[in-house]
């Protein structure tokens, strides 16, 4: 009997402590009290509740307008969880059309001698920034932060852009107690639903009556307007989907990610139809074909595409190049130099080619689409490609903003070349990191369009040749590398603006932290088309440890790999992305000075992971005084299934644990 009744209490106190209710205003010491997240104890803040409730409400003069009523209550544990107390709210906006934030309302809850300390959010600390052109954000931070804090706000959107929902985010950066979101859709509306991410997500369906009225009146009753669409009142029915997720775990970026939010757990809703009395659409679902012909036949960008007679002169020096590829490079270059990029990411132009052109500044599209002109003016094959950039994120479905950046391609002999004019560092098939995001949409002058990978094929190598011995219990020696493709281009691009000699000595001392640096000699920075030439003499007793008389040497010197392993987590369920094969090439002689023995040396190895994904292997032999260490790590490829993940990470440990190895030494008697 006493089991049986220990049973039903424990069973209430679960259900009750499940369905407990999250009121605005309401915070108990439990939850000031709580010293570490249940779900994960390293977080440095917990979502205890976040909700939303999304409807639709109908306006005589404008139609149906989404509303979506928010409130999130956190809880703050230590000083680096301040961050998640800070909201941002973009909102998006036309000529004609307006989102807007209201009834912001939030508190900061502090326990203070067993009291609750409640201090408010001031209007003052609510402010708006714009972001792009046609994006306003709405911004806050909680007042009075501590650690051990709980912090609520709740506030209210409104948008007249019916076409797509806003998405319902359902995981976060830090772990979340408790997530509901409800979604009412008016019968008249289909929007089609998409899930994404890994957390399983059940969404309860039911049904809500709702009525509306369409005749506008004055404050007499009599009418004034009738609505384009109907006229009187309206009986319909909601459409309802309620989500409760519980316990929900953090999504942690991981290196090698590319943009975690591809990832997160999430229902996106897309608008197929629309059905009222007297008004049938269905025409909003677009296909990308829908997408590029809009795109095309648009005047910010496919009759941009047309013009020629702005750059008629400085055209024809670059069209006498007889040799097409040499043509495609000095175009690419005269374009990079003749209009900078404003950092305004678009696929559309905003002031238009001619404008840029004249002025030398522009967005990407009127930087790239001026390329696409001129490469054709030329004589080169150049077509536009539609892009969503890695921050942006890879579109589920066909929509207007899925893309957000051009680039030019071109097909010559039989291969194509990407070109990207924003970065004075790019070449062909060489794009800045922004643009790497899966594939891209070619668009034909005839309309027609095609998916193009976006990632490289073309191997980035770094290949380094050192000499070194020991000198009065110091090693020295010299090094050379070789660097070419994003090997060569992350090296200018680290040491952009400081190639006087003091400067590019004191960046790679910055670089060699373990090594001190006697000579640096850096040839090519500034010649993108040749490999990049680094020579340093140095000297360093790092890597030497003398323990019992004997002499442990760290073969590798500052040239091995960083000693963490940086996939640390178990499993991943998203990509590696390399972006581009790559591979690493070390040549070591080491000489032994002759009042020196070797005792041990490591063993030669090989490792590799997948089907040929990726390889290393470690050879060393002894020559009289010379011991030659030879390694090679190769990644063949841009991405890294997940299915492939536990087989890489166990690929990078073994190489890490064969780094470690030393060479033995003992001075002669």
């Given at each position: 009997?006493?089991?049986?009744?220990?049973?039903?209490?424990?069973?209430?106190?679960?259900?009750?402590?499940?369905?407990?209710?999250?009121?605005?205003?309401?915070?108990?010491?439990?939850?000031?009290?709580?010293?570490?997240?249940?779900?994960?104890?390293?977080?440095?803040?917990?979502?205890?509740?976040?909700?939303?409730?999304?409807?639709?409400?109908?306006?005589?003069?404008?139609?149906?307008?989404?509303?979506?009523?928010?409130?999130?209550?956190?809880?703050?544990?230590?000083?680096?969880?301040?961050?998640?107390?800070?909201?941002?709210?973009?909102?998006?906006?036309?000529?004609?059309?307006?989102?807007?934030?209201?009834?912001?309302?939030?508190?900061?809850?502090?326990?203070?001698?067993?009291?609750?300390?409640?201090?408010?959010?001031?209007?003052?600390?609510?402010?708006?920034?714009?972001?792009?052109?046609?994006?306003?954000?709405?911004?806050?931070?909680?007042?009075?932060?501590?650690?051990?804090?709980?912090?609520?706000?709740?506030?209210?959107?409104?948008?007249?852009?019916?076409?797509?929902?806003?998405?319902?985010?359902?995981?976060?950066?830090?772990?979340?107690?408790?997530?509901?979101?409800?979604?009412?859709?008016?019968?008249?509306?289909?929007?089609?639903?998409?899930?994404?991410?890994?957390?399983?997500?059940?969404?309860?369906?039911?049904?809500?009556?709702?009525?509306?009225?369409?005749?506008?009146?004055?404050?007499?009753?009599?009418?004034?307007?009738?609505?384009?669409?109907?006229?009187?009142?309206?009986?319909?029915?909601?459409?309802?989907?309620?989500?409760?997720?519980?316990?929900?775990?953090?999504?942690?970026?991981?290196?090698?990610?590319?943009?975690?939010?591809?990832?997160?757990?999430?229902?996106?809703?897309?608008?197929?139809?629309?059905?009222?009395?007297?008004?049938?659409?269905?025409?909003?679902?677009?296909?990308?074909?829908?997408?590029?012909?809009?795109?095309?036949?648009?005047?910010?960008?496919?009759?941009?595409?047309?013009?020629?007679?702005?750059?008629?002169?400085?055209?024809?020096?670059?069209?006498?190049?007889?040799?097409?590829?040499?043509?495609?490079?000095?175009?690419?270059?005269?374009?990079?130099?003749?209009?900078?990029?404003?950092?305004?990411?678009?696929?559309?132009?905003?002031?238009?080619?001619?404008?840029?052109?004249?002025?030398?500044?522009?967005?990407?599209?009127?930087?790239?689409?001026?390329?696409?002109?001129?490469?054709?003016?030329?004589?080169?094959?150049?077509?536009?490609?539609?892009?969503?950039?890695?921050?942006?994120?890879?579109?589920?479905?066909?929509?207007?903003?899925?893309?957000?950046?051009?680039?030019?391609?071109?097909?010559?002999?039989?291969?194509?070349?990407?070109?990207?004019?924003?970065?004075?560092?790019?070449?062909?098939?060489?794009?800045?990191?922004?643009?790497?995001?899966?594939?891209?949409?070619?668009?034909?002058?005839?309309?027609?369009?095609?998916?193009?990978?976006?990632?490289?094929?073309?191997?980035?190598?770094?290949?380094?040749?050192?000499?070194?011995?020991?000198?009065?219990?110091?090693?020295?020696?010299?090094?050379?590398?070789?660097?070419?493709?994003?090997?060569?281009?992350?090296?200018?691009?680290?040491?952009?603006?400081?190639?006087s000699e003091e400067n590019l000595k004191k960046s790679l001392q910055n670089k060699y932290e373990n090594i001190d640096l006697i000579v640096t000699r850096v040839k090519n920075i500034d010649n993108l088309y040749k490999k990049i030439k680094e020579t340093v003499k140095f000297e360093t007793d790092e890597y030497l440890e003398e323990i019992s008389g004997k002499i442990f040497v760290s073969p590798l010197l500052e040239w091995n790999f960083d000693e963490n392993n940086p996939f640390k987590s178990k499993e991943r369920k998203f990509p590696v992305f390399f972006n581009?094969?790559?591979?690493?090439?070390?040549?070591?002689?080491?000489?032994?000075?002759?009042?020196?023995?070797?005792?041990?040396?490591?063993?030669?190895?090989?490792?590799?992971?997948?089907?040929?994904?990726?390889?290393?292997?470690?050879?060393?032999?002894?020559?009289?005084?010379?011991?030659?260490?030879?390694?090679?790590?190769?990644?063949?490829?841009?991405?890294?299934?997940?299915?492939?993940?536990?087989?890489?990470?166990?690929?990078?440990?073994?190489?890490?644990?064969?780094?470690?190895?030393?060479?033995?030494?003992?001075?002669?008697?």
């Amino acid at each position: 009997m006493k089991t049986n009744l220990f049973l039903f209490f424990f069973i209430v106190t679960i259900f009750f402590s499940s369905a407990q209710k999250y009121k605005f205003g309401k915070v108990s010491k439990t939850e000031l009290r709580e010293k570490k997240c249940p779900i994960d104890t390293t977080a440095n803040a917990c979502i205890l509740y976040k909700g939303r409730k999304t409807f639709f409400e109908f306006d005589k003069d404008k139609g149906f307008i989404i509303k979506e009523e928010h409130f999130v209550r956190l809880k703050i544990y230590t000083k680096e969880g301040f961050e998640y107390a800070t909201e941002e709210i973009p909102t998006y906006h036309t000529s004609f059309k307006r989102e807007q934030v209201t009834y912001i309302k939030g508190y900061t809850y502090n326990l203070v001698n067993g009291k609750i300390i409640k201090t408010k959010l001031s209007k003052k600390n609510i402010y708006k920034e714009k972001t792009t052109d046609n994006i306003t954000t709405v911004k806050f931070t909680m007042p009075n932060l501590k650690p051990g804090s709980v912090v609520e706000w709740k506030y209210t959107f409104y948008s007249p852009f019916i076409t797509e929902l806003n998405d319902v985010v359902l995981q976060y950066d830090i772990p979340a107690k408790k997530i509901h979101a409800s979604i009412y859709i008016p019968e008249f509306f289909k929007y089609r639903p998409y899930q994404k991410g890994f957390l399983p997500i059940n969404v309860q369906k039911s049904i809500s009556s709702n009525s509306i009225n369409v005749v506008q009146k004055s404050r007499d009753g009599t009418m004034l307007k009738e609505t384009n669409f109907y006229y009187g009142s309206l009986d319909y029915v909601d459409n309802v989907q309620d989500i409760d997720m519980n316990n929900v775990p953090a999504l942690r970026d991981e290196p090698y990610a590319g943009n975690i939010n591809n990832y997160r757990s999430a229902l996106l809703y897309e608008l197929v139809s629309y059905k009222f009395p007297n008004t049938i659409r269905n025409d909003f679902a677009v296909s990308w074909e829908d997408v590029v012909n809009e795109t095309y036949s648009s005047f910010k960008f496919g009759e941009q595409l047309k013009k020629r007679k702005y750059f008629k002169k400085d055209i024809e020096t670059l069209k006498n190049i007889s040799d097409p590829s040499q043509k495609l490079v000095a175009v690419f270059e005269f374009a990079k130099q003749k209009i900078k990029w404003n950092k305004k990411k678009d696929y559309l132009v905003d002031k238009g080619v001619v404008r840029a052109y004249k002025d030398g500044v522009g967005n990407v599209a009127e930087v790239n689409l001026n390329l696409i002109n001129l490469l054709n003016a030329a004589g080169l094959e150049a077509y536009p490609v539609l892009v969503s950039t890695v921050k942006h994120g890879i579109p589920l479905f066909a929509t207007r903003t899925g893309f957000n950046y051009v680039i030019a391609a071109v097909n010559l002999n039989g291969k194509r070349y990407l070109l990207d004019a924003t970065d004075p560092l790019a070449q062909p098939n060489l794009l800045p990191e922004r643009a790497l995001n899966f594939q891209g949409r070619l668009i034909y002058k005839d309309g027609r369009s095609e998916i193009i990978p976006l990632f490289s094929n073309n191997f980035s190598s770094k290949i380094t040749k050192i000499n070194y011995t020991i000198k009065d219990d110091e090693i020295t020696g010299f090094a050379r590398s070789l660097m070419d493709n994003y090997y060569a281009y992350f090296y200018r691009k680290a040491l952009k603006g400081q190639t006087s000699e003091e400067n590019l000595k004191k960046s790679l001392q910055n670089k060699y932290e373990n090594i001190d640096l006697i000579v640096t000699r850096v040839k090519n920075i500034d010649n993108l088309y040749k490999k990049i030439k680094e020579t340093v003499k140095f000297e360093t007793d790092e890597y030497l440890e003398e323990i019992s008389g004997k002499i442990f040497v760290s073969p590798l010197l500052e040239w091995n790999f960083d000693e963490n392993n940086p996939f640390k987590s178990k499993e991943r369920k998203f990509p590696v992305f390399f972006n581009y094969p790559r591979i690493q090439a070390l040549e070591i002689t080491f000489t032994v000075p002759d009042d020196y023995e070797v005792i041990s040396l490591p063993k030669a190895n090989q490792y590799s992971f997948g089907n040929n994904e990726g390889s290393y292997n470690y050879s060393i032999e002894q020559k009289g005084n010379n011991i030659v260490i030879k390694t090679t790590y190769i990644i063949n490829t841009p991405i890294v299934a997940p299915s492939s993940y536990q087989a890489l990470r166990d690929f990078i440990d073994k190489i890490l644990k064969k780094q470690q190895e030393k060479i033995v030494l003992k001075k002669k008697s």
